[in-house]
């Protein structure tokens, strides 16, 4: 079990998934200069940021116990479902985590209550106490509630972020997005680019049955044919982020070629978006492989406007759109053995 250090709360979330690198760089790149002032002078402010130079020894002592407590238990959790055989029983590791969120609330209301420490100090308590709701309890409503009390409007960017990850593939679109669209409305003046790039993540989680964004309507393939997805308007088409140093991308060529002369004739489409950056290994390699449908290509990797307008922050990753372009299987969830099965389905259903 991956242990989680004593530092930032945000650490913590960032070395168990909940808050992916993705997450907190769509962030960050999306300060622009006038935002970074603001940022800083923000920060300048020390109204509630938790600095580390305010953090008390104490409090860093006590955080540090807080940690070791939750592996501690979690591993204790775990060894015991194990060996009672009870892994996957839902309500067992829920009853555990429960007790071990209230022993962990405990100790922190306990300090709370005991020692004044500095304000940095007891804002970071604040973040313990979200952490716990939020990877702990995977309490929504609480971290809701949570999550609008940080005093600090950057740690609630970051902490939404994680709640899209947690929340919206368990508990849908009607619950959680009318809480996301608001704190993005008000936070959108700290930051002009947050509200975009939340709906970037908010898709990237879940984009089942969502229309997908237009990325290429302005580009052209490699054969300067146009990629703008309105021309292909009544075909079934899978869109594949790739590159030729990425061996899994590579390990599903020969599931994307056999969908493509299986069902290309029926209507069937794939438009691979490359993020090679040398345009001689990339062309020597699609001419090599008969990869005969549409390629883009521009050379810039990830820094590519068309990669920086969907948010893809790895690959391989593919999107399986409907005739009327909508997601209707997306990455990990299409298994590879049956891309015919989800191609068939997909050009049989109706518009």
């Known amino acids: 079990m991956k242990k989680i250090k004593p530092t930032h709360i945000l650490a913590a979330m960032l070395a168990l998934g909940l808050l992916s690198y993705f997450s907190f760089s769509l962030f960050t790149a999306s300060l622009d200069d006038s935002s970074q002032d603001r940022k800083a002078?923000?920060?300048?402010?020390?109204?509630?940021?938790?600095?580390?130079?305010?953090?008390d020894e104490e409090f860093l002592l006590f955080e540090e116990s807080v940690f070791n407590f939750i592996n501690s238990e979690l591993d204790s959790l775990m060894t015991k479902l194990e060996a009672e055989n009870k892994g996957e029983d839902t309500a067992a590791v829920e009853e555990g985590l429960s007790r071990l969120s209230s022993e962990a609330l405990a100790k922190i209301n306990n300090y709370r209550q005991n020692n004044t420490g500095s304000k940095a100090s007891h804002s970071r308590l604040s973040e313990l106490e979200l952490y716990l709701a939020m990877q702990i309890e995977r309490d929504r409503e609480k971290s809701e509630a949570l999550i609008i009390s940080l005093p600090n409007d950057y740690e609630k960017i970051a902490s939404l972020l994680s709640y899209v990850n947690i929340f919206l593939p368990k508990h849908g679109r009607e619950l959680t997005i009318p809480f996301l669209d608001k704190e993005a409305l008000r936070l959108e003046s700290l930051d002009a680019g947050f509200a975009e790039?939340?709906?970037?993540?908010?898709?990237?989680?879940?984009?089942?049955?969502?229309i997908f964004p237009n990325i290429l309507k302005e580009a052209?393939?490699?054969?300067?044919?146009?990629?703008?997805?309105n021309k292909f308007e009544g075909k079934v088409v899978l869109i594949d982020f790739w590159a030729t140093w990425c061996l899994p991308c590579i390990q599903q060529l020969p599931?994307?070629?056999?969908?493509?002369?299986?069902?290309?004739?029926?209507?069937?489409?794939?438009?691979?978006?490359?993020?090679?950056?040398?345009?001689?290994?990339?062309?020597?390699?699609i001419a090599e492989n008969d990869l005969a449908w549409h390629h883009y290509y521009d050379g810039k990797a990830f820094s590519s406007k068309v990669i920086q307008d969907i948010g893809i922050s790895r690959l391989p990753v593919l999107f399986l759109l409907s005739k009327n372009g909508r997601v209707v299987a997306f990455d990990r969830d299409i298994e590879f053995e049956k891309l015919l099965v989800h191609v068939q389905k997909a050009l049989e259903a109706g518009s």
């Open 197 to 210: 790039n939340l709906k970037k993540q908010i898709f990237l989680t879940d984009p089942y049955q969502q």
């Open 255 to 285: 599931y994307l070629i056999e969908a493509y002369n299986s069902y290309h004739e029926a209507g069937f489409d794939i438009i691979s978006i490359s993020l090679d950056e040398d345009k001689q290994t990339f062309q020597q390699f």
């Open 220 to 229: 052209s393939g490699i054969a300067d044919e146009s990629l703008d997805l």
């Open 41 to 55: 002078a923000f920060e300048e402010e020390a109204n509630g940021f938790p600095f580390e130079e305010d953090i």
